[in-house]
């Protein structure tokens, strides 16, 4: 099986079948699939954020080691694609390098590793049965119908309990990898990470919320405009500057 | 190359052994300083981990072994280290973290700075549970007083009996979910008071800056506004002079004479894997209170046949760490939040001391509330189980696509949770000891642990059970899981968990039953002290660090002072 090269800036895997891929012996002659070609941005081979020698060296080993196939890693790209599509001002899972997020973890925290190979083999098998083709190889209306069935924890059909866990899972997976980049910090709204000076809920938050800051409690508050004062307090304990 | 002899020989540079670092350098002493782990400097870009957005990690801020409480937290250490293992005995499932790096677990700790009150010196006169401290609040309070003016504390003066007053820095305002415990709290009659940290809210002086909000103190300030071993004693230490650092240096065993008085410590230099040996005429050891213990327990002689300290047979003994609880709600008022930077101060800005009076409860001691909940930076694990909370909406849960999008936003910061944090009753029969067949990757015999809870931690948990579900309803939440029963032991923590062990070299005036004196001072060995929470005959409601460096100072006062009369 073919392993994959992560030194592109934008990773292209065709959406075509392979041939003897991992499940499906039979039904996959035909791509007919909407997208030809999944896209996707890749994230970096390397990082550098405050980590010790040894730090350095295990995720470096995590960055070599191959653990998907490409089919496997295919079938995460659409995936993905479906839980955040890319038709969107601030942009899709694909645009998040989220394929690439999904490898690296599943790398990195282990016991996802079966869960998550399991979970592309059961959703061959399942397309298969129903659609005559994996996963990645059914149409996109076939696609959407298969992800309707699996996508709600309320589905009591002992048949799709496997499917339903193996969803939500990569749910879970799609959507930190996508808040926890630039673009889904956008998507929130998150205003943190930056130096700045707290000085209490904004007047119309508490309006709103039919709260408010008691007088005695100010009192005891940081006056924002003296915090460069350096701190003197009398005998009693009282603060004075 | 001959041998240095240092007046003072410190183990461990956490909080007892940062402050004992600082007081006895700056006291014109000749000190060395040897640290397990290796140096760190938080604002150093090759260490540095304060302002990094998640996207900076392969793994967006999740756990690693190295790293348990997530990856861009500034301890390096865990509950597990390579090379270095302990066990525990039977059924005992206790958990021991350590840190391996300079300023120790000074470098992610809460920074929940809480005075010990007068009640928290003398629980054997109010229950007859346990031990009686040798020394009252009246006693440390001075230290206490001196602490906040050099480290810098935030809170209010309150007087409460139990929780004294201090030299704060002003507090923080209280963030929105915080305004709804509050309302919750006033509502139950429970107090809910500003929270007391050791941030600088306000400048100290020209040193270390003051806090920028970014509520990430757990992965070490940059600007030195928060309190770590490190930057608020060990820096400015050093910039004094008269220290030799010694890092990835684990001592052994402290080594002693035909007196048997200490001579200085042998240690192992990591890098070499040599056994290195320093001459000192006194030692003071802040490894930790079980690492101090193990040392005191490896270090055998003919005059301390059982380990150094050791001849009452109590070192190691009374090992006992804060009990836990904590349960979380959904705040369906938080619902589609306007958003602002709500990062304040890391953790909470406001909490609940303990409010009520054993007596009338069928538990001994209490317990503080710590208040959680916010808009706080998204990392790992954000996004998991996406729209839960549409159970409580008549919603349905799941799905997939843009729609998803809007449930983050809806859900985002709609959350109240808290964490309680209380005293258990030290027991002769939790201990920690030396495990007879197991040693280290040094050679080092590992400690071994005995330690279950008794009926009065599980009582106090169901105490904390029933009163969080009352709480975070009165605040307006939704709760969220379900409440651990009796078979749960009431979600008690595991001992250790918290992080706060004390006990193990207590002090004392009877030598029969104690470990040191009331200054640290070993029984057995007048040049030895012991400057971390081992010397704790109980541990309060409160977080231990603000005491551990008063009994550090105090102790050092008291070692100056020896030396200076000539009894040392």
């Not at chain 1, 592309?120 to 659609?131: G, M, P, Q, R, T």
């Not at chain 2, 071993?229 to 060990?234: E, G, N």
């Not at chain 2, 079980?290 to 055998?300: G, Q, V």
Request: hydrophobic content about 35%.
């Amino acid at each position: 099986m073919k392993t994959l090269n992560r030194r592109e800036t934008l990773k292209s895997l065709l959406l075509a079948p392979l041939a003897g891929g991992i499940i499906a012996s039979t039904g996959c002659a035909t791509s007919t699939g909407a997208a030809a070609r999944m896209n996707w941005t890749a994230l970096p081979d390397s990082y550098s954020y405050g980590r010790t020698a040894v730090e350095m060296q295990t995720d470096a080993e995590l960055m070599q080691e191959s653990y998907f196939r490409e089919h496997e890693l295919l079938t995460i790209a659409v995936l993905c694609d479906i839980i955040l599509p890319s038709d969107h001002a601030n942009g899709g899972a694909l645009d998040a390098g989220l394929p690439d997020f999904v490898e690296f973890i599943v790398k990195d925290r282990t016991n996802f590793k079966l869960p998550i190979r399991g979970g592309i083999a059961w959703l061959d098998v399942y397309a298969i049965e129903h659609f005559g083709a994996d996963f990645i190889n059914i149409t996109e209306a076939q696609r959407l119908t298969v992800c309707d069935r699996i996508a709600y924890p309320d589905v009591t059909d002992a048949q799709l309990q496997a499917g339903i866990s193996f969803f939500a899972l990569m749910r879970n997976l799609t959507l930190t990898g996508y808040y926890t980049t630039a673009a889904g910090f956008k998507d929130l709204g998150y205003q943190g990470n930056t130096p700045n000076v707290w000085d209490g809920v904004p007047a119309a938050v508490l309006q709103r919320h039919g709260v408010a800051y008691e007088a005695e409690w100010l009192a005891k508050c940081v006056d924002q405009s003296r915090r460069d004062i350096p701190a003197q307090w009398d005998d009693d304990m009282k603060l004075i500057s | 190359m001959a041998q240095q002899q240092y007046d003072i020989i410190i183990v461990g540079s956490g909080a007892g052994g940062g402050m004992a670092t600082y007081q006895l350098a700056n006291a014109g002493l000749k000190v060395a300083l040897v640290e397990a782990g290796a140096y760190y400097d938080p604002a150093a870009d090759t260490q540095r981990t304060q302002l990094r957005y998640p996207w900076e990690s392969p793994r967006r801020g999740a756990s690693t072994r190295l790293r348990p409480f997530g990856d861009f937290n500034a301890c390096i250490g865990g509950w597990e280290l390579d090379g270095e293992p302990f066990t525990n005995k039977g059924d005992t499932d206790f958990r021991w973290w350590r840190a391996r790096m300079l300023g120790g677990r000074t470098n992610h700790w809460g920074r929940i700075s809480l005075r010990f009150g007068p009640l928290d010196f003398q629980r054997k006169d109010i229950d007859g549970l346990g031990e009686n401290w040798p020394i009252g609040y009246d006693d440390v309070k001075p230290y206490y007083d001196k602490v906040d003016k050099l480290i810098g504390v935030f809170g209010s003066n309150e007087g409460l009996y139990n929780d004294p007053d201090g030299f704060f820095l002003p507090a923080p305002k209280p963030r929105l979910h915080e305004l709804f415990y509050i309302n919750g709290a006033r509502k139950l009659n429970v107090p809910v008071i500003p929270a007391r940290k050791s941030i600088l809210t306000k400048r100290i002086n020209n040193e270390r800056g003051v806090c920028f909000y970014c509520g990430q103190c757990s992965r070490a300030c940059s600007i030195h506004a928060d309190f770590s071993s490190t930057t608020a004693l060990i820096y400015p230490a050093l910039r004094g002079g008269q220290i030799d650092l010694y890092t990835n240096s684990m001592v052994r065993e402290v080594t002693t004479n035909a007196e048997g008085k200490a001579t200085g410590v042998a240690f192992i230099n990591k890098e070499t894997r040599q056994e290195q040996h320093l001459q000192g005429r006194i030692v003071v050891l802040a490894a930790s209170a079980c690492s101090s213990a193990r040392i005191l327990l490896n270090s055998k002689s003919p005059q301390h046949e059982n380990g150094l300290g050791n001849s009452s047979g109590h070192v190691g003994r009374y090992l006992h760490d804060s009990t836990g609880a904590s349960r979380a709600a959904f705040l369906p008022d938080l619902m589609n939040r306007d958003m602002y930077n709500e990062d304040g101060v890391e953790g909470m800005h406001v909490y609940t001391p303990w409010w009520l009076d054993n007596k009338n409860l069928d538990f001994p001691r209490g317990y503080h509330l710590e208040i959680g909940g916010g808009m706080g930076m998204p990392a790992y694990g954000f996004g998991f189980a996406v729209n839960q909370y549409n159970e409580f909406l008549g919603e349905r849960v799941g799905g997939y696509g843009n729609a998803l999008r809007d449930d983050v936003r809806k859900f985002y910061g709609a959350r109240l949770s808290i964490a309680c944090r209380g005293e258990s009753v030290p027991q002769y029969d939790n201990y920690c000891e030396l495990d007879p067949t197991v040693v280290d990757e040094w050679g080092i015999p590992v400690l071994r642990f005995n330690y279950h809870w008794t009926e009065h931690e599980i009582k106090q948990a169901r105490h904390m059970q029933d009163f969080m579900e009352e709480l975070l309803e009165a605040s307006g939440g939704i709760l969220l899981g379900t409440k651990p029963g009796a078979d749960q032991d009431y979600g008690l923590t595991k001992p250790g968990e918290i992080i706060h062990e004390v006990g193990t070299t207590r002090m004392g005036m009877d030598a029969r039953s104690s470990v040191t004196n009331e200054y640290g001072q070993l029984h057995d060995a007048d040049n030895v002290f012991v400057v971390d929470a081992g010397t704790f005959v109980s541990q309060a409601d409160k977080n231990p660090t603000w005491t551990i460096m008063a009994l550090s100072w105090r102790t050092c006062d008291y070692i100056v002072d020896q030396i200076k009369q000539q009894n040392l």
